[in-house]
C-alpha cells in the first residue's frame, strides 16, 4: 500500500512538472497574429541599439534591441537589412524616481517602472514582400498582446522607407 | 634610388600604421584617475539592466548595461554583488525627434542624440574597500572624462548601500 501511494505521488509530481513545463513552453510558442511570428528566445540579452522615450498616450521608456544580424547590419549601415535580422523594442512605464530626485535635490529623474509590451520587427524580404519585407509582432508577458492592432504598423513606418522602414537610429558609443 | 624610394614610401607607411595603432590603442588604455579603472573592452555589447532619463543639468537619456558578472548577480537578486561585476551608464543628449512627432501627430518623442559620456562601476571589495568595495570611472571617445570629479561618484551612492551602492534596479522583461 505504501508503495502504491508512492508511485501514485510520484506520478502526481511528474504531471505536475509536465504541466508546468507545457505552460512555459506555451507562453512562448504563441504567434501574433497577421505575421505569425512566435516571442523569439532570448531577446531580453541582445545587445542594444538606442533608447527612447515617448510621452504622450505610450508615456514610457524604451530600449530598443537587436539580434546579431540586426546590431552587424546597424553598426555597418546595411540597407535594407538582411534576412533574419530582428529588432525587438522593450517598453516600461515612465516613472518618476523619489529615491533618486532626493539625491539630486530636484525632480529630474524617470525610471524604467512596470514593464508594458514588447514589439518586434522580423525582416523576411520573401514571407513579408506585402509590407517592405518586415513582419510585426506585439508580445506581454510572453504571449501575444491581444490590444495591439499589427495591420496598423507597416503604414506608420513608410515615411521612413529609406531606412528600411526603421525609425531607430543607431545610438554611437559614448 | 628607384628602390630606396620605394623603401623610404614602405617605412612612412609602416610607421603610419604604428601610429595609427598607437592612437587607437592609447585610446582605450589610459585609467581614469583616483580609482585607475581603463575603459572594459566590449562595454557596448553588455546585457540591458535599464534604462532612465534625467532631466535638469544632465538632460539625458541613458542605458545601464553589465557585465555577465553582473547581469547574473541582478537577474538573481544577489546581494552584494560579487567581485568581477561590472556596470555601465551609457548616456546620450535628450534629443526631440521631429521625424517621429511628424507621425504621432504630437510633441512626444525623444531619442538619444549626440553621445555625452559612458560611467563604469567595477566591483572589487579589496581594491576600493573604502568605498563600498565599488571603483568608479568615467570616460568621453575612450578616453577620462576631465569633467568628472570621481571622488564625488560613491558619497552620492551612499543613500542605497542596502542596494550595494547600486541605484538602477533590474527592469523586467515586459
Known amino acids: 500500500m505504501k508503495r502504491i501511494s508512492i508511485l501514485v505521488v510520484a506520478a502526481i509530481a511528474v504531471c505536475a512538472i509536465a504541466l508546468i513545463a507545457f505552460a512555459a513552453s506555451g507562453a512562448n510558442d504563441e504567434a501574433a497574429p497577421v505575421f505569425g511570428i512566435k516571442s523569439p528566445p532570448g531577446f531580453r540579452d541582445w545587445k542594444l541599439i538606442s533608447v527612447a522615450h515617448e510621452a504622450g498616450n505610450n508615456n514610457d521608456l524604451r530600449a530598443v534591441l537587436g539580434n546579431d544580424i540586426a546590431i552587424k547590419a546597424f553598426r555597418e549601415g546595411t540597407l535594407p537589412l538582411p534576412d533574419g535580422a530582428i529588432i525587438t523594442r522593450l517598453a516600461w512605464t515612465y516613472t518618476p524616481s ?11 529623474s524617470f525610471v ?5 509590451n514588447v514589439q518586434f520587427m522580423v525582416k523576411d524580404s520573401k514571407k513579408y514582400a506585402e509590407t517592405g ?14 490590444k495591439a492592432d499589427l495591420n496598423t504598423c507597416f503604414p506608420c513606418h513608410v515615411p521612413v522607407k529609406e531606412r528600411d522602414y526603421v525609425y531607430t537610429k543607431y545610438a554611437p558609443t559614448p
Chains 1, 2 share one sequence.
Open 112 to 116: 524604467a517602472g512596470a514593464p508594458t
Open 98 to 108: 523619489e529615491e533618486n530626485n532626493k539625491v539630486f535635490g530636484r525632480e529630474q
Open 133 to 146: 519585407g518586415w513582419g510585426f509582432a506585439q508580445f506581454k508577458d510572453g504571449k501575444p498582446d491581444p
